[in-house]
């Protein structure tokens, strides 16, 4: 049957992903939290929901401690994605 695989190493791998996407998934709702309670912190202060350096400032920290394979452009990429869904989340649009 093309397209099942059996190999033992391939259904290993497979297993390994698909725990480290699950961790992916845990760690982003778990960001989502933190976001939550700060959003509302800074609802109830008066303090701008948007610190566009503090995003800068960020993606250039995790760029030094990103010892790859991610690339500076996909490490980039990704942080952002991050961001726009966080906004996406917490505004629902």
Do not use: C, W
């Not at 800074?42 to 995003?55: F, N, Q, S, V, Y």
């Not at 990103?66 to 980039?76: D, H, I, V, Y």
């Amino acid at each position: 049957m093309e397209g099942h695989v059996t190999d033992d190493v391939v259904t290993e791998l497979r297993e390994e992903i698909t725990a480290l996407d699950r961790e992916l998934v845990a760690a982003l709702n778990r960001r989502l939290e933190v976001v939550r309670r700060l959003h509302d912190h800074k609802l109830a202060t008066g303090i701008p929901l948007r610190d566009p350096g503090r995003e800068d400032s960020m993606l250039r920290l995790l760029a030094q401690e990103n010892a790859g394979p991610l690339s500076e452009e996909g490490l980039a990429s990704f942080y952002r994605g991050v961001l726009d869904l966080t906004r996406r989340e917490l505004h629902g649009s």
